[in-house]
């Protein structure tokens, strides 16, 4: 089984979140960047088919040059091979289309993105990537069998549970659950020398349609000044409840 | 790169007391690989998850969760960081196996010292001085965590004087082995450990020797109860009692008689390693005081906004990033000079052994600094949390328990105060490193008249650099001036030499902060270290007020009329600043940057 893992490079969730050119782009100065959590339970998953079913993990990154610290930690996780498409990723439409290209050259029986990315939630991609591919496609999904071309699926629906079967090829829309957080590995120290040696192609990007276009991005507005009120003063908290805070 | 050039390049140790390194010319923490980044994200990880979520059970004297975790360490490859590839290990440069040693270290002294004893003392003098079957043997196993290995060279009355033990190793009839019967004292890992790393006397040899000693109950090894101690519960020291134990001729370290140097080698890289174990510990300490003072409400205000606490946290995040910028400097040092004497046709063992000698005095300075740094972090971070601080609900009270070890062990902070001077004035006598020319030349300039003329010190970090220049001239002048008097005898004269080492260390430390500063200000520009800049000067200022207090302490001691007169003005002249920097300004910017942050974090 041949396994393409897609990987969005995300901001830690610690990070300091700002924007620069008229509040048009994320200001990435300083920030930590890390592989997309749900994309990493999908990794993980696909480590897990690895070592029981021989299969082998390709992984994928739309980005430039600075994706590739994320995408060599998947490699030292223990993926075979990684593919960098040489592009800033705008979009769902266009990630998804830039990624549909490598999978068609690629041959892939099974496809993990994760279920949205903690940067911009678009979670359009693996929907999408399905479509074009015209293959099968489980979202939420919370875990994972395979057997042959047989498919056992879960996905999380509200307040339950979902168990699905397919085939292969198929698009699967991860998230935790796949793994638990307990599981996700940490790069041993031979797996980040054998990062090294490992093949990491860059191929360049293919003409598409950029859907969408970032106009601007806001910040909620900053929490004012916390008012303290003696608590033997009711009175007063009941009058700033009623006529400054006005939530009663 | 010709090895001519290399040699340049480099600076000899002990060697920064007398020439000026450029900023280009030290190793930072923002100078790591990629793959270095990665390699500590991974120790992070492993901390946070392994260790750091469970720090309660490092208090309850859960010696097993211990082992536990060090095994699992050796799953992730972290115990053989250090270790050649030839014995299964990663074979890593020195700036890697510090950067684990420091990230791993930092959640509690209980797994450190398992760490560190292990890694360090434990495996070290097999891969330093093991002969080839040794190495075959005993080390891959001790790198993947099979096997753990401890170091017995204390006793109960050799201590410091470490030679001085009473341990026997005695010739068998059949010359086939040597029976070792002794006790031996305060024995990290004893309780888990595989092998033994082993120090006795054979007949009335003046040194001791080093022996690797398999841990098998039947063969005459007893182990005594765990040490009930102060702090660093969970990591396992006992009394190794040997009686007759039989160690096959084929298991002695080196040659005879080659113990002492065994173990003092061991203890340089022990004591390197100890302080970057001591940096982490700083990190973490400090951002949960500053976490805390940002959600403590006092007088219907956070804490941090008391000029009292900014204070501290100014101090502790000063003194983290100081002990940072003098640790890698050094450990780059290190990793250069092995590569250059490998270059030269050296064995990576021989490499590794001298690179590291090399570097004693940086070793010792290392040591005794960042310990003491992690002490007063400590103890301001506990106060910080106030009565929550004294509390064991916090990790504040044990963190402060743990901390008092690292003055005690790897030779105690007095111990490593006389060797860095000792070694350094050592140096000096073999022409290794030229310190009498420079105190000469100090001398004659105090003959002189001074310059009245106001330097221009527009440029940044310029007055900061020219001081750091004349604090070098107060050790050249206090340290020559004494050797003159006392010849070898000086080292009889203790407070004398350790006024002198205070003076080696602050002026080490402060110039690492301040040239680590400097090279990340050229690159990112001055904007991006406004803080670092600040932390550079205020560590420079408690510097020199430390030198002054030291410096008139020791001249006073030794100098009278005219020569201590003349010494003082010195003293007077090699420590004033032209323009005073408002250290109250500085401690409040220091402090509103970490807790804007929330965390210490400046790489
Ligand atoms: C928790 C723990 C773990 C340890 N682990 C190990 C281990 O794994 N293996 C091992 O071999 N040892 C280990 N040790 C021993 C440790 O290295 C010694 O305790 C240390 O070297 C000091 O020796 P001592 O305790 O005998 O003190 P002493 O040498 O008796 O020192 C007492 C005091 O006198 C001072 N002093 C001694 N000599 C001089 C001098 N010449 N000049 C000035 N001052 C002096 C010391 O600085 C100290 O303040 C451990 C100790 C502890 C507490």
Same mark, same amino acid.
């Given at each position: 089984?041949?396994?393409?893992?897609?990987?969005?490079?995300?901001?830690?969730?610690?990070?300091?979140?700002?924007?620069?050119?008229?509040?048009?782009?994320?200001?990435?100065?300083?920030?930590?960047?890390?592989?997309?959590?749900?994309?990493?339970?999908?990794?993980?998953?696909?480590?897990?088919?690895?070592?029981?079913?021989?299969?082998?993990?390709?992984?994928?990154?739309?980005?430039?040059?600075?994706?590739?610290?994320?995408?060599?930690?998947?490699?030292?996780?223990?993926?075979?091979?990684?593919?960098?498409?040489?592009?800033?990723?705008?979009?769902?439409?266009?990630?998804?289309?830039?990624?549909?290209?490598?999978?068609?050259?690629?041959?892939?029986?099974?496809?993990?993105?994760?279920?949205?990315?903690?940067?911009?939630?678009?979670?359009?991609?693996?929907?999408?990537?399905?479509?074009?591919?015209?293959?099968?496609?489980?979202?939420?999904?919370?875990?994972?069998?395979?057997?042959?071309?047989?498919?056992?699926?879960?996905?999380?629906?509200?307040?339950?549970?979902?168990?699905?079967?397919?085939?292969?090829?198929?698009?699967?829309?991860?998230?935790?659950?796949?793994?638990?957080?307990?599981?996700?590995?940490?790069?041993?120290?031979?797996?980040?020398?054998?990062?090294?040696?490992?093949?990491?192609?860059?191929?360049?990007?293919?003409?598409?349609?950029?859907?969408?276009?970032?106009?601007?991005?806001?910040?909620?507005?900053?929490?004012?000044?916390?008012?303290?009120?003696?608590?033997?003063?009711?009175?007063?908290?009941?009058?700033?409840?009623?006529?400054?805070?006005?939530?009663? | 790169?010709?090895?001519?050039?290399?040699?340049?390049?480099?600076?000899?140790?002990?060697?920064?007391?007398?020439?000026?390194?450029?900023?280009?010319?030290?190793?930072?923490?923002?100078?790591?690989?990629?793959?270095?980044?990665?390699?500590?994200?991974?120790?992070?990880?492993?901390?946070?998850?392994?260790?750091?979520?469970?720090?309660?059970?490092?208090?309850?004297?859960?010696?097993?969760?211990?082992?536990?975790?060090?095994?699992?360490?050796?799953?992730?490859?972290?115990?053989?960081?250090?270790?050649?590839?030839?014995?299964?290990?990663?074979?890593?440069?020195?700036?890697?196996?510090?950067?684990?040693?420091?990230?791993?270290?930092?959640?509690?002294?209980?797994?450190?010292?398992?760490?560190?004893?292990?890694?360090?003392?434990?495996?070290?003098?097999?891969?330093?001085?093991?002969?080839?079957?040794?190495?075959?043997?005993?080390?891959?196993?001790?790198?993947?965590?099979?096997?753990?290995?401890?170091?017995?060279?204390?006793?109960?009355?050799?201590?410091?004087? /470490?030679?001085?033990?009473?341990?026997?190793? !005695? &010739?068998?009839?059949?010359? *086939? $082995?040597? +029976?070792?019967?002794? %006790?031996?004292?305060?024995?990290?890992?004893?309780?888990?450990?595989?092998?033994?790393?082993?120090?006795?006397?054979?007949?009335?040899?003046?040194?001791?020797?080093?022996?690797?000693?398999?841990?098998?109950?039947?063969?005459?090894?007893?182990?005594?109860?765990?040490?009930?101690?102060?702090?660093?519960?969970?990591?396992?020291?006992?009394?190794?009692?040997?009686?007759?134990?039989?160690?096959?001729?084929?298991?002695?370290?080196?040659?005879?008689?080659?113990?002492?140097?065994?173990?003092?080698?061991?203890?340089?890289?022990?004591?390197?390693?100890?302080?970057? /174990?001591?940096?982490?510990?700083?990190?973490? !300490? &400090?951002?949960?005081?500053? *976490? $805390?003072? +940002?959600?403590?409400? %006092?007088?219907?205000?956070?804490?941090?906004?008391?000029?009292?606490?900014?204070?501290?946290?100014?101090?502790?995040?000063?003194?983290?990033?100081?002990?940072?910028?003098?640790?890698?400097?050094?450990?780059?040092?290190?990793?250069?000079?092995?590569?250059?004497?490998?270059?030269?046709?050296?064995?990576?063992?021989?490499?590794?052994?001298?690179?590291?000698?090399?570097?004693?005095?940086?070793?010792?300075?290392?040591?005794?600094?960042?310990?003491?740094?992690?002490?007063?972090?400590?103890?301001?971070?506990?106060?910080?949390?106030?009565?929550?601080?004294?509390? /064991?609900?916090?990790?504040?009270?044990?963190?402060?328990?743990?901390?008092?070890?690292?003055?005690?062990?790897?030779?105690?902070?007095?111990?490593?105060?006389?060797?860095?001077?000792?070694?350094?004035?050592?140096?000096?006598?073999?022409?290794?490193?030229?310190?009498?020319?420079?105190?000469?030349?100090?001398?004659?300039?105090?003959?002189?008249?001074?310059?009245?003329?106001?330097?221009?010190?527009?440029?940044?970090?310029?007055?900061?650099?020219?001081?750091?220049?004349?604090?070098?001239?107060?050790?050249?002048?206090?340290?020559?001036?004494?050797?003159?008097?006392?010849?070898?005898?000086?080292?009889?004269?203790?407070?004398?030499?350790?006024?002198?080492?205070?003076?080696?260390?602050?002026?080490?430390?402060?110039?690492?902060?301040?040239?680590?500063?400097?090279?990340?200000?050229?690159?990112?520009?001055?904007?991006?270290?406004?803080?670092?800049?600040?932390?550079?000067?205020?560590?420079?200022?408690?510097?020199?007020?430390?030198?002054?207090?030291?410096?008139?302490?020791?001249?006073?001691?030794?100098?009278?009329?005219?020569?201590?007169?003349?010494?003082?003005?010195?003293?007077?002249?090699?420590?004033?600043?032209?323009?005073?920097?408002?250290?109250?300004?500085?401690?409040?910017?220091?402090?509103?940057?970490?807790?804007?942050?929330?965390?210490?974090?400046?790489?």
């Amino acid at each position: 089984m041949k396994i393409l893992v897609c990987i969005s490079n995300v901001p830690d969730t610690t990070s300091k979140i700002n924007f620069t050119e008229d509040d048009t782009k994320f200001d990435t100065n300083g920030v930590q960047f890390v592989i997309n959590p749900n994309d990493e339970f999908g990794l993980t998953r696909a480590m897990w088919f690895k070592e029981k079913q021989g299969a082998t993990i390709h992984v994928v990154s739309v980005g430039e040059v600075s994706v590739e610290p994320t995408l060599r930690k998947a490699l030292a996780i223990g993926a075979d091979e990684a593919i960098r498409i040489n592009t800033i990723p705008t979009d769902g439409l266009f990630v998804a289309q830039q990624l549909a290209e490598v999978v068609k050259n690629g041959q892939y029986d099974l496809i993990i993105a994760g279920r949205e990315s903690i940067d911009y939630n678009g979670g359009m991609v693996p929907g999408i990537l399905a479509t074009l591919l015209d293959i099968n496609f489980i979202n939420t999904c919370i875990g994972l069998e395979i057997e042959g071309d047989a498919v056992t699926a879960i996905r999380e629906i509200d307040g339950g549970k979902e168990t699905l079967a397919t085939t292969l090829p198929l698009v699967v829309g991860g998230q935790k659950g796949l793994v638990e957080e307990s599981e996700l590995r940490i790069p041993n120290m031979r797996g980040i020398m054998m990062a090294r040696k490992k093949v990491l192609n860059v191929v360049e990007p293919t003409d598409s349609i950029r859907g969408t276009e970032d106009a601007k991005f806001e910040k909620p507005a900053p929490k004012g000044a916390v008012k303290l009120v003696d608590s033997d003063k009711i009175e007063e908290l009941i009058d700033l409840l009623h006529n400054e805070a006005k939530v009663i | 790169m010709s090895t001519e050039t290399m040699n340049k390049e480099i600076l000899r140790g002990g060697q920064f007391l007398v020439k000026e390194t450029q900023c280009e010319d030290v190793f930072t923490l923002e100078d790591l690989s990629e793959e270095q980044r990665m390699m500590r994200e991974s120790t992070k990880e492993f901390a946070d998850r392994e260790l750091w979520a469970h720090w309660e059970r490092f208090e309850k004297k859960d010696y097993a969760y211990t082992e536990e975790c060090m095994r699992k360490a050796g799953e992730l490859g972290l115990l053989s960081v250090a270790v050649p590839e030839k014995y299964e290990g990663l074979g890593m440069g020195f700036v890697s196996t510090m950067l684990v040693c420091d990230y791993i270290s930092g959640v509690t002294g209980s797994f450190s010292t398992a760490f560190g004893a292990h890694t360090g003392i434990g495996t070290m003098p097999i891969t330093l001085y093991g002969t080839e079957e040794q190495k075959q043997k005993y080390v891959p196993k001790l790198a993947s965590g099979e096997w753990f290995g401890a170091y017995c060279l204390t006793e109960p009355g050799a201590g410091s004087d /470490a030679n001085s033990g009473k341990t026997k190793a !005695v &010739l068998s009839d059949d010359g *086939k $082995y040597y +029976n070792i019967t002794g %006790q031996k004292m305060w024995i990290s890992n004893a309780g888990f450990c595989n092998l033994f790393i082993v120090f006795a006397r054979i007949e009335d040899d003046k040194y001791i020797t080093g022996f690797i000693v398999e841990n098998d109950p039947k063969n005459g090894i007893t182990l005594g109860d765990e040490e009930k101690k102060l702090g660093i519960h969970s990591s396992s020291t006992r009394q190794v009692f040997f009686n007759d134990t039989e160690v096959p001729i084929e298991n002695m370290l080196s040659e005879r008689g080659n113990g002492f140097k065994i173990a003092m080698n061991a203890l340089n890289i022990g004591r390197i390693k100890l302080a970057a /174990a001591c940096l982490d510990a700083q990190r973490r !300490v &400090l951002t949960e005081a500053v *976490k $805390y003072a +940002n959600e403590r409400m %006092q007088f219907r205000t956070p804490i941090i906004n008391f000029g009292a606490i900014k204070a501290k946290i100014a101090n502790m995040a000063t003194n983290a990033y100081a002990g940072e910028s003098a640790s890698y400097r050094a450990a780059k040092n290190i990793e250069d000079r092995i590569a250059l004497r490998e270059a030269d046709g050296n064995s990576h063992q021989d490499a590794e052994l001298k690179g590291v000698e090399e570097y004693a005095i940086e070793c010792s300075i290392l040591k005794v600094a960042v310990s003491e740094h992690l002490q007063e972090t400590t103890d301001e971070g506990l106060q910080i949390f106030g009565g929550m601080g004294f509390s /064991a609900d916090t990790p504040m009270e044990s963190a402060w328990r743990d901390a008092r070890i690292s003055r005690i062990y790897e030779g105690t902070n007095e111990i490593n105060r006389m060797l860095a001077v000792g070694m350094l004035v050592k140096k000096a006598m073999k022409g290794h490193v030229d310190l009498l020319g420079p105190a000469t030349a100090v001398g004659e300039e105090l003959m002189g008249i001074p310059s009245f003329e106001t330097p221009d010190f527009s440029e940044l970090l310029s007055e900061e650099k020219d001081l750091i220049t004349r604090l070098k001239k107060v050790f050249l002048m206090v340290a020559g001036s004494a050797v003159q008097k006392f010849g070898p005898e000086l080292e009889k004269h203790q407070q004398l030499m350790l006024a002198a080492a205070d003076i080696l260390i602050e002026i080490y430390m402060a110039e690492s902060s301040v040239l680590r500063t400097e090279k990340n200000a050229r690159r990112s520009g001055e904007e991006s270290q406004k803080t670092q800049i600040a932390m550079s000067k205020l560590y420079l200022y408690n510097a020199v007020e430390t030198i002054i207090k030291k410096g008139k302490e020791a001249i006073i001691s030794f100098a009278e009329g005219d020569e201590q007169r003349m010494m003082l003005m010195g003293l007077k002249r090699f420590t004033k600043y032209t323009n005073y920097p408002n250290v109250t300004a500085l401690r409040t910017q220091i402090a509103d940057a970490v807790a804007e942050q929330n965390e210490y974090t400046f790489d």
